[in-house]
C-alpha cells in the first residue's frame, strides 16, 4: 500500500528531524501506528493524526492512497 | 503552620474597616486554598438569592501553600464571586507577580465584602493594610492604575490586581487582571469587583514563608527548570510561543477544532494568518513569565501606527486568538492583537468578550440585530474593525455594546427571535476555544462544572488518546487507558472524573497546568512546604469538596441538572470541514452526564450530591445549604 504521511512542523518536533512530507510502502492491514514507526517517531512522541479531516488513532487500519495528516495533540488554553 | 500565613483578610468596604481571620490548621488542611476557599467561602456567607452586583455579594482572592516561593507554577490564585454572567458560581484563576507579592504581605486571601460610597483601592503590605481613594484612578486603564499606584507609593515592584472601564461599568464578564496581562478571566469577577467601587488591591511585601523541608522545593524547583523543554505535552511550545502553536491549530482546523463563525463552523481557512507561531513571528518581541517561573509561556507583542499595541500589555492566548480571531471570522492578527490589547486594559474576559460578538453578528447576519440597532455598525462575521468598534462599545456599554455587555445568554433573552439558537453557552458561561463535538469528554465536565463551560476544567480528549508518558501521569489520577476524543464510555467518563479532580486540586493549590508537574510532585510540594503527611487521597478530596461545595450553592441558586447542558449546536454538524458528519449523539451525552454524577457520589439520575458524599468528605453542614426537596 502507498501511504502519505504529511507532519505539521511545530515546537514539540513530532519527528527527531521535524516536519515531514513522506510517501511509504506499507503492508495490507497496517495501521497509522506502524506509519508512525515506519517514519521513526519516537515512542514517548506525542501526536494527533487525521484522514479525510477525521481524527484516527495509533489502531486506526489505514488504506491505500490515504493521507494521513499529524500534528500536535490539540490542548491549551 | 508551615508555609501559609495563617491570616486571611477581610474587608467590608461598606463599614471603610479591615480585620484578620486566623483558620487553625484544620481548615487550611481540608481546604488547602484556592478554590477550596472560594468553594468554602462562597457557600458559608454569601445569602442565597442575592443580586450578585450588590454589595451582599463577596469577592474572595484565594493563594495556595505552595504561592510565595520561587517555584514554577506557584505564583497564582483563584478569584470567586456569585456570577453576575451565571447567576451562580463562579471561580477562575490567574498567575502573575501580583499572588506572590500577596503572600510576601502575609496574607492567604482577601475576602471583599460591602460596596464603598466612593471608588477605592486597597494597599496591602506587610506593615499596613489600608482603604485608599481611588476617585483619581476611577476611568482609567489597568495600565495607566498601576502605573499611577507605583508612582504615588513610590514602590516600584508594587503589584495590582486591578480592574478597567470594564470592571467599572459592570460588563457582566468583565475580569480581574493581575499586574497588566493575566486575566482572572471567567464568569464577571471584574464586574463584582466594579460593583463595589474596588479598583485595585496593591500588594507589596518582604515577609517569606517558613518551609517544612526546603531541600525538597529546592529539588523539585531544579528538577522542573532542567527538564520541562522535554517534558511531555507542555515544554516546548509553550516556552517557544505560548498556547496556540502553528500544528495545533492547523492540526485543529482539520478536524473540526477551530471555533469559526460563532460554532456555526469549525474550520476558518485563514487559520494560519492567526497562529501563535505567526504571531510571534509577525509581531513578537518575545516571551514573559509569572514569578520564578522558567517556562515563560506569555507571548508579547508591539504593533506600530495605527495600532499602537503596547507590549506590556501582553498578546494573544489561544483562546484570545480563537475568540476574538476565527470565532468572529476575523483574520487580521493585528485586530486581534489591538482587541486583546483592550480587553486587559479595560479588563473584560477575551472568551466571554469574543463570542458575544460573534453573537452579535450571527444575529447581524440573520437579520434578527440591523444597522439601525448596531448604530450603522456592519456587524458582519469577518469584519475586523466592526469587531474592534464592538468591543469599545461593550468596555463603555454604549449602543448595542450595552446589550452584548450582558452576555449571549441574557443578550438573546432579550432580543428573543430565535436568537438563543446562537447563544452557545453552558450556564450562561460562554463557550472556549475547544469545541465538545471533538473532544466529547471535555463535553461532559463543560456540562457539569459548576463554572459552566470552562476548559481548564477537565482533560482534552485529544491530548490522551496515545498510550505515552503523558498519559502515563493521568494514570497516576485514575485514568485507565488512552481512548478516542469522541468516547463517551464509563472508562472515558471516569479519565474525565479524574482529570476533573486533578483540575480542581491544581486550582486549590493553586498551581499552574502549564507547569508539567505530575500530580506525585505536586502532592510531594504541599508536603514538604506544609510539612503535612499529604497523600493523593487527600489532594482528591479536597477536589471533591470544591466541585461538591459548587454544585449546592448552584442548587441554592435554583441552578439544577437542566442547566447541565451543551448548546443546542453541539449536537449537530457544521456545513463543512472535521465536523461536517459530526455532532454529539445526545443520548450518549446524557448518559455520561449521569455516569458522571454516579461517580462523584451524586444521584445519578438527578445530581444532587448524596448525604454520603458530605460524609466522606466531612462537609455535613452543607446539607442545610441544600434545598429541601433536593435533597438525597
Known amino acids: ?38 517514519l521513526g517517531t519516537p515512542d514517548t512522541s506525542q501526536w494527533n493524526a487525521a484522514i479525510s479531516g477525521e481524527l484516527v488513532y495509533a489502531d486506526t487500519v489505514v488504506s491505500d492512497g490515504d493521507s494521513i495528516l499529524v500534528f500536535t495533540p490539540i490542548q491549551g488554553g | 503552620m508551615q508555609g501559609v500565613a495563617g491570616k486571611i483578610l477581610r474587608v467590608n468596604l461598606t463599614a471603610g474597616t479591615t480585620t484578620v481571620d486566623t483558620p487553625d490548621e484544620s481548615f487550611y488542611r481540608k481546604y488547602l486554598g484556592g478554590a477550596g476557599f472560594v468553594s468554602y467561602f462562597l457557600l458559608k456567607e454569601v445569602p442565597q438569592g442575592i443580586d450578585p452586583l450588590s454589595p451582599e455579594n463577596k469577592i474572595i482572592f484565594a493563594l495556595g501553600p505552595m504561592t510565595g516561593l520561587p517555584m514554577p507554577g506557584a505564583s497564582r490564585n483563584c478569584v470567586g464571586a456569585k456570577s453576575p454572567l451565571t447567576g451562580g458560581y463562579a471561580k477562575t484563576e490567574v498567575g502573575g507577580f501580583w499572588p506572590m507579592a500577596l503572600k510576601k ?7 471583599v465584602e460591602g460596596k464603598s460610597p466612593k471608588p477605592v483601592y486597597l494597599f496591602v503590605t506587610d506593615k499596613t493594610v489600608e482603604i485608599r481613594s481611588a476617585e483619581h484612578l476611577w476611568g482609567k486603564t489597568v495600565m495607566e492604575t498601576e502605573d499611577t499606584l507605583k508612582e504615588e507609593t513610590g514602590l516600584k515592584n508594587l503589584r495590582t490586581c486591578s480592574i478597567g472601564i470594564g470592571g467599572e461599568n459592570m460588563v457582566k464578564y468583565a475580569c480581574v487582571i493581575n499586574d497588566l496581562k493575566d486575566a482572572a478571566g471567567r464568569g464577571g469577577v471584574g464586574a463584582v469587583m466594579g460593583s463595589k467601587n474596588l479598583k ?109 499595541v503596547n507590549k506590556r500589555n501582553g498578546g494573544p492566548e489561544y483562546e484570545s486568538l480563537g475568540s476574538l480571531g476565527s470565532t468572529c471570522g476575523v483574520g487580521d492578527l493585528a485586530a486581534i492583537c489591538k482587541a486583546n490589547e483592550l480587553a486587559n486594559l479595560y479588563s ?15 444575529c447581524f447576519e440573520n437579520e434578527i440585530l440591523t444597522l439601525e440597532d448596531t448604530g450603522g455598525i456592519d456587524l ?6 466592526a469587531m474592534l ?96 476524543a469522541d468516547d463517551l464510555s464509563a472508562e472515558k467518563v471516569a479519565s474525565q472524573k479524574a482529570a476533573h479532580l486533578h483540575s480542581l486540586f491544581r486550582d486549590s493549590a493553586t498551581v499552574c497546568s502549564f507547569v508539567p508537574w505530575t500530580v506525585t510532585q505536586q502532592v510531594e510540594a504541599i508536603a514538604a512546604v506544609t510539612g503535612w503527611g499529604y497523600t493523593i487521597h487527600e489532594a482528591l478530596a479536597v477536589a471533591e469538596r470544591v466541585a461538591t461545595l459548587g454544585r449546592i450553592f448552584n442548587m441554592r441558586e435554583g441552578i439544577l441538572m437542566d442547566k447541565d447542558v451543551l448548546p443546542r449546536r453541539m449536537f449537530g454538524p457544521t456545513p463543512t470541514g472535521g465536523l461536517k458528519n459530526g455532532g454529539i449523539d445526545e443520548d450518549k451525552m446524557n448518559n455520561a452526564i449521569g455516569l458522571f454524577y454516579g461517580m462523584m457520589g451524586w444521584d445519578e439520575n438527578t445530581g444532587v450530591p448524596s448525604r454520603w458524599k458530605l460524609g466522606e468528605l466531612g462537609i455535613e453542614w452543607a446539607a442545610e445549604e441544600m434545598p429541601e426537596a433536593a435533597t438525597v
Request: aromatic share 6%; glycine share 12%; hydrophobic share 40%.
Open chain 1, 1 to 38: 500500500m502507498h501511504i502519505t504521511v504529511e507532519v505539521l512542523n511545530s515546537a514539540d518536533k513530532i519527528l527527531p528531524e521535524g516536519g515531514k512530507l513522506a510517501t511509504i510502502e506499507l503492508p495490507e492491514g497496517s495501521t497509522v501506528g506502524d506509519a508512525m514507526r515506519a
Open chain 2, 105 to 111: 504581605a502575609g496574607y492567604d486571601a482577601v475576602i
Open chain 2, 200 to 308: 485595585s488591591i496593591a500588594a507589596f511585601g518582604r515577609w517569606n514563608p517558613d518551609v517544612a523541608d526546603p531541600a525538597k522545593i529546592r529539588e523539585l524547583t531544579l528538577y522542573m527548570n532542567q527538564n520541562y523543554y522535554d517534558l511531555p505535552l507542555f515544554g516546548k511550545a509553550m516556552h517557544d510561543v505560548g498556547t496556540g502553536e502553528h500544528s495545533m491549530m492547523m492540526g485543529g482546523n482539520e478536524v473540526g477544532n477551530m471555533p469559526s463563525h460563532n460554532f456555526g463552523r469549525n474550520d476558518f481557512p485563514e487559520t494560519e494568518k492567526i497562529t501563535a507561531t505567526t504571531t510571534m513571528e509577525t509581531y513578537g518581541t518575545g516571551m514573559e513569565a509569572c514569578a520564578a517561573c522558567a517556562i515563560r509561556c506569555k507571548k508579547t507583542v508591539e504593533i506600530g501606527s495605527p495600532w499602537n
Open chain 2, 348 to 362: 473584560l474576559d477575551t472568551i466571554s468578550l469574543g463570542v458575544s460578538i460573534a453573537f452579535g453578528m450571527e
Open chain 2, 380 to 385: 458582519r462575521f469577518g469584519n475586523a474593525e
Open chain 2, 389 to 484: 468598534q464592538m468591543v469599545e462599545a461593550i468596555a463603555r456599554r454604549e449602543g448595542i455594546g450595552d446589550l452584548l455587555a450582558e452576555g449571549v445568554r441574557a443578550a438573546s433573552e432579550k432580543i428573543g427571535q430565535g436568537s438563543d439558537e446562537y447563544a452557545i453557552h453552558v450556564k450562561g458561561l460562554e463557550l472556549p476555544m475547544h469545541d465538545p463535538r471533538v473532544k466529547q469528554g471535555l463535553g461532559v465536565v463543560y456540562s457539569v462544572e459548576a463554572h459552566g463551560a470552562d476548559h481548564c476544567a477537565g482533560m482534552h480528549d485529544t491530548a490522551m488518546t496515545q498510550d505515552s508518558a503523558g498519559f502515563e501521569h493521568m494514570r497516576g489520577m485514575g485514568a485507565t487507558r488512552p481512548l478516542p
